[in-house]
Structures are given as structure tokens and as C-alpha cells.
């Protein structure tokens, strides 16, 4: 039901309770090593200190955990059959006889030894200049990760972005932070009074897939 102008009802706003602290969380699939690179990479590639909600703020390390212990970090839906050429395109699909949680777990080791053999220190103990450099050289193939963990920064990207875009439903985005920063009404249901208001901007903040309202 609706005014006669055609603007929504109000509700009563639901809001999700707090969540666990991440240095609580209780890891789903994640060890304490692996954990800390998560928290301090996602915090690089999605940061703090811009006009917006950081990765940390909206718990992306908390879906990638998720991701990796449920179908997506074992390739449930995936072809996994080889053969498996490394050196093909991107464009020719995944290259690795590794599922993503694997991936995971042997990249991140081999890559903190690189930043302790390049810089004196793991990726989650160096300084923000430091770890933006090395991601930079992970990147771009410089840090010699054997060939089946070549997609690792590629995916750890993907993961970032995802966590932070997603419905909260599934650990990261927390509060809608995102959808609210881009003005993404998210999944409401409802557009019938909107497809003939052009250059009005929607009033409306986002709704999660639970019911949650931003």
C-alpha cells in the first residue's frame, strides 16, 4: 500500500545485531597465518582512509573465510579435469589443478616468505607502503609462485570486491555499508512508482536479501 503520490509507506527500520569483533571471529576455514594475511590484504586493496567504508569495516575478510570453506573454495560446480596449461589466457578458464581454497593455502605462506626474504618481515607485520608494493609485485607474477598458484592475486581481488558487494547474508558487506556509499537500493522489491520519475533520486536506503534495512 502506497500514498497517492506513489511513495512508499515508511517501515520500521530491522537492523542486524552487532557482530563478533575479527579478532573474535571464530574461523570457518582459515588458520590464525592465513587469517592475518586476509585481514591485512583486503585491508590494501579496499582501505580505510578513502570517502568510503573500508574492507575491514564491512567484515569482507569474514565472507572470503566463508567462500573458502563452502562449494566455491572447493570448486563444487567447476570443471576440474586436466590437462592444465599455465600459460593459456584467462580467457580459457581456470589453469590450476588446485580448487580456490587450495590456492589459498599455499599461496599465502609462499608469499609471506618472499615479503620475510624481501623485506625482513611477513605481509601482515609490514607497513602500509611495504605491503602495497608487495601486493604490487604478486601482481604482476614477480614474487616466482609456481605455476599453479598463478591466478592467487587475481582471485584474492575477486573475493575482495565480492565481500564487499554482497548481500550480508553472506558475511561481508556489513550493514550494507557498500550499498549505502553507492546509493544501491539493493533488494527491495518494489519499483512500480519509479520507471516514469526521471532525474529524481530514490529516497529509499537498501534492503538485504534477510530483510535488514540500511
Not at 2 to 12: N, V
Not at 166 to 171: C, H, L, R, S
Given at each position: 500500500m502506497s500514498h497517492s503520490r506513489g511513495w512508499p509507506l515508511p517501515r520500521k527500520r530491522r537492523k542486524a545485531p552487532p557482530p563478533v569483533p575479527l579478532e573474535d571471529y571464530d574461523r570457518a576455514y582459515l588458520n590464525a597465518d592465513e587469517w592475518a594475511f586476509v585481514m591485512a590484504a583486503t585491508a590494501r586493496l579496499i582501505p580505510s582512509d578513502g570517502d568510503g567504508p573500508g574492507a575491514i569495516e564491512t567484515r569482507v575478510p569474514v565472507f572470503i573465510d566463508l567462500q573458502l570453506a563452502g562449494d566455491y573454495g572447493a570448486a563444487g560446480d567447476w570443471y576440474m579435469e586436466g590437462p592444465h596449461d599455465p600459460s593459456a589466457e584467462p580467457a580459457r578458464g581456470w589453469q590450476s589443478p588446485l580448487n580456490p581454497a587450495e590456492v589459498y593455502r599455499q599461496a599465502i605462506p609462499a608469499f609471506d616468505a618472499w615479503c620475510e626474504e624481501t623485506h625482513g618481515e611477513i605481509f601482515a607485520?609490514?607497513?602500509?607502503?611495504?605491503?602495497?608494493?608487495?601486493?604490487?609485485?604478486?601482481?604482476k607474477g614477480d614474487v616466482g609462485l609456481p605455476s599453479e598458484l598463478r591466478d592467487f592475486f587475481t582471485i584474492l581481488l575477486a573475493n575482495t570486491k565480492e565481500g564487499y558487494f554482497a548481500d550480508p547474508i553472506y558475511g561481508g558487506n556489513h550493514g550494507m555499508q557498500s550499498w549505502v556509499y553507492i546509493g544501491f537500493p539493493g533488494a527491495r522489491a518494489a519499483y512500480r512508482a519509479w520507471p516514469e520519475r526521471h532525474n529524481v533520486k530514490?529516497?529509499?536506503?537498501?534492503?538485504?536479501?534477510?530483510g535488514e534495512r540500511a
Amino acid at each position: 500500500m502506497s500514498h497517492s503520490r506513489g511513495w512508499p509507506l515508511p517501515r520500521k527500520r530491522r537492523k542486524a545485531p552487532p557482530p563478533v569483533p575479527l579478532e573474535d571471529y571464530d574461523r570457518a576455514y582459515l588458520n590464525a597465518d592465513e587469517w592475518a594475511f586476509v585481514m591485512a590484504a583486503t585491508a590494501r586493496l579496499i582501505p580505510s582512509d578513502g570517502d568510503g567504508p573500508g574492507a575491514i569495516e564491512t567484515r569482507v575478510p569474514v565472507f572470503i573465510d566463508l567462500q573458502l570453506a563452502g562449494d566455491y573454495g572447493a570448486a563444487g560446480d567447476w570443471y576440474m579435469e586436466g590437462p592444465h596449461d599455465p600459460s593459456a589466457e584467462p580467457a580459457r578458464g581456470w589453469q590450476s589443478p588446485l580448487n580456490p581454497a587450495e590456492v589459498y593455502r599455499q599461496a599465502i605462506p609462499a608469499f609471506d616468505a618472499w615479503c620475510e626474504e624481501t623485506h625482513g618481515e611477513i605481509f601482515a607485520k609490514l607497513s602500509p607502503e611495504q605491503q602495497d608494493a608487495s601486493l604490487t609485485s604478486l601482481q604482476k607474477g614477480d614474487v616466482g609462485l609456481p605455476s599453479e598458484l598463478r591466478d592467487f592475486f587475481t582471485i584474492l581481488l575477486a573475493n575482495t570486491k565480492e565481500g564487499y558487494f554482497a548481500d550480508p547474508i553472506y558475511g561481508g558487506n556489513h550493514g550494507m555499508q557498500s550499498w549505502v556509499y553507492i546509493g544501491f537500493p539493493g533488494a527491495r522489491a518494489a519499483y512500480r512508482a519509479w520507471p516514469e520519475r526521471h532525474n529524481v533520486k530514490y529516497p529509499l536506503g537498501p534492503v538485504s536479501i534477510s530483510g535488514e534495512r540500511a
